[in-house]
């Protein structure tokens, strides 16, 4: 079977090329090269303004937490998942300069067999706790509600999203305008930001259906046969060696495994609200590397060479992944962040300056690469460990 298609052949995409292909005669808003859809006024009728509406969800990292869950009995673990919706929007929003004041509601669907209204509370309460951590940098969220719906029919366990609608004037836009000349920052996915407690892994929520199934026995496809798709074929449903349980050594300290790949998708909303507090003018781009992993940013490009030659060293929850599951490194760098979620495009004189601001908050962040004019475009990725790989 072929290593390069694993995350196909588990029912996922990591270009969501046919989802693409279904929307592709959809209004692409006031600005079709804006990382989200940009929207008329259509609340205050103000051509001065703009309105933005966005949803995503936590993926397939539920069942990640279910497994754990299951496992430990730790209920708390189901806070992080709350987190993760909400960060994959909010992050997708700041790449458009929209920084401040969202108003978010939630929809949850759960089977009702297995999911008690406890854990349902555990995600609330998960909600409540990041809404308060936001507001300590002055970035107001607005809970309008939502929906939990029982839905075991359709749910094999448990799906955490959240739409989020903000106004804002359009004049703070963020228009991607990426062109030769650029200098590209990558804002690291893992460590410990001044806003975390503990350890990030940086695994986010992109990539969950291999993470899980690469690294984890066998043993979780008989003990908890719900948490998987069984049109999986069975060769790639748990067909790692570790449990959840099972600890790797990072920098003399002992993480559990589980704990890694449930790492709450950092936020790097406060950053950014920052960053573009004082170098608006001089950000040419912002891209948030989620579904196509190192490769999202060719959605957005001209014709242009985008070459990341000066990555982070890949953590080591990726170098786990990858050793579990034997995929190539190619594809690894398509389905994960591989170090860096948040990427920069701006002007080489303000690169340190912005670094700097990212290093306030103990945020490690470095020039990763740069544009280079090119006649068709690439994304080209670098690596002395791993090779070269060319995305198109």
């Known amino acids: ?75 708390e673990i189901w806070k992080g998942i709350a987190q993760d919706a909400l960060v994959m929007n909010l992050d997708d929003l700041a790449c458009v300069g929209c920084t ?79 062109k030769p000349g650029n200098v590209i920052i990558g804002l690291a996915s893992f460590g410990q930001t001044s806003y975390e407690k503990t350890y990030n892994s940086g695994i986010g929520s992109n990539g969950l259906t291999n993470a899980r199934h690469d690294v984890l026995s066998a043993t979780y496809r008989e003990w908890f046969p719900e948490s998987f798709d069984p049109a999986i074929p069975s060769e790639l449903a748990y067909s790692g060696s570790k449990k959840l349980t099972d600890s790797i050594t990072i920098d003399g300290d002992d993480h559990v495994i589980g704990e890694l790949l449930l790492s709450p998708t950092r936020i790097y909303l406060p950053v950014l609200k920052q960053v573009l507090k004082e170098f608006k003018d001089s950000v040419h781009g912002l891209v948030h590397c989620t579904g196509g992993g190192q490769t999202k940013v060719l959605k957005f490009i001209p014709k242009v060479v985008v070459m990341k030659d000066n990555l982070f060293e890949v953590p080591p929850v990726f170098k786990l992944i990858q050793q579990e599951s034997g995929s190539s490194w190619k594809e690894m760098y398509q389905v994960f962040n591989m170090g860096h979620r948040m990427e920069i495009y701006t002007d080489r004189d303000v690169a340190e300056s912005i670094i700097r601001i990212c290093e306030n908050f103990a945020l490690e962040a470095q020039v990763i690469g740069e544009v280079v004019a090119a006649p068709k475009k690439e994304v080209v990725i670098r690596s002395a460990e791993y090779g070269e790989f060319v995305y198109q």
Request: hydrophobic share 40%; glycine share 10%.
């Open 1 to 75: 079977m072929s290593k390069s298609s694993r995350y196909e052949q588990r029912g996922v995409s990591p270009s969501k090329e046919e989802v693409m292909a279904a929307i592709r005669f959809l209004d692409k808003g006031l600005y079709p090269k804006a990382f989200c859809r940009i929207l008329p006024d259509l609340v205050g009728s103000d051509d001065a303004f703009c309105n933005i509406m966005h949803a995503d969800t936590a993926g397939t990292k539920p069942s990640l937490a279910y497994l754990y869950w299951k496992e430990t009995g730790k209920r």
């Open 100 to 178: 401040d004041r969202f108003v978010l509601s939630s929809t949850i669907g759960r089977n009702k067999h297995l999911i008690p209204g406890e854990i349902i509370e555990t995600l609330i309460g998960g909600t409540v706790d990041f809404m308060e951590s936001m507001a300590n940098y002055g970035i107001e969220l607005f809970h309008a509600g939502g929906e939990t719906a029982d839905v075991g029919d359709i749910v094999r366990t448990l799906d955490v999203g959240f739409s989020i609608f903000a106004r804002m004037p359009r004049k703070d836009l963020i228009i991607n305008q990426i």
